[in-house]
Every structure is written in structure tokens, then in C-alpha cells.
């Protein structure tokens, strides 16, 4: 069982960054980042493979969100540019017993219990 704790969220305006983090409390392999914004289903945000070597960003984030990992700490990161009000949400970060890059949240094993990103326009 591999638990998940995210950190990093906060109340920023449009147009900062935010960086946040997931530590894991044991290995893990196939990784992403999902968000849930109120009324809304979960969404997947960015995944990376059990290297880092891979990585896979949605068409919603893509060229301002960058997804990184440091295997050697068992920690995730998601890296947020230029954060817009449509991406409130609350974040989640994911873990799957699978070694390359997942879209699916039903492919993930286990989840982090979620960090608030609020942006102000």
C-alpha cells in the first residue's frame, strides 16, 4: 500500500506559478496528476512514466504545466505557469502499479486525498 500526500496548493492571481508536490511513502511506478473542479468530474491533468524519461500533459496544460519526478526522494512535482481561473480545481496526485504513462483514472491504484489551487482573475 503506498500512500500519497500533495502539498504546494494555494490562492494565487492569473498569470503566477505554483509548484506542487506529492510524496510517496514507498516506490511507485506509473504516476499523474489529476483535478476536480466543483460540478465537474476529474480530469486528467499529466502523467509520467516509472523513469521520468516519458511524460504525457493534456491539451488544457500543455506548454505551461511540466510533470517531473525525483525517484531517488519517492517524490512527484507539477510544475504550473501562467495559472489561469480555469484552472481551480482541487489536485490530486495518482499512482498505478503500471510502468508507463496512464490517461485513465481507473488505471491508478492509489490517490493522494487532494490540494486546493485557487487562481483569481
Known amino acids: 500500500q503506498v500512500q500519497l500526500v500533495e502539498s504546494g496548493g494555494g490562492l494565487v492571481q492569473a498569470g503566477v506559478s505554483l509548484r506542487l508536490s506529492c510524496a510517496a511513502s514507498?516506490?511507485?511506478?506509473?504516476m499523474g496528476w489529476f483535478r476536480q473542479a466543483p460540478g465537474k468530474e476529474r480530469e486528467f491533468v499529466a502523467a509520467?512514466?516509472?523513469?521520468?524519461?516519458?511524460?504525457y500533459d493534456a491539451d488544457s496544460v500543455k506548454g505551461r504545466f511540466t510533470i517531473f519526478r525525483d525517484n531517488a526522494k519517492n517524490l512527484l512535482y507539477l510544475q504550473m505557469n501562467n495559472l489561469q481561473p480555469e484552472d481551480t480545481a482541487v489536485y490530486y496526485c495518482a499512482a498505478t502499479n503500471r510502468v508507463g504513462t496512464a490517461t485513465s483514472p481507473y488505471i491508478y491504484n492509489y490517490w493522494g486525498q487532494g490540494t486546493q489551487v485557487t487562481v483569481s482573475s
Open positions: 509520467i512514466n516509472w523513469s521520468g524519461g516519458v511524460t
Open positions: 514507498g516506490r511507485t511506478y506509473g
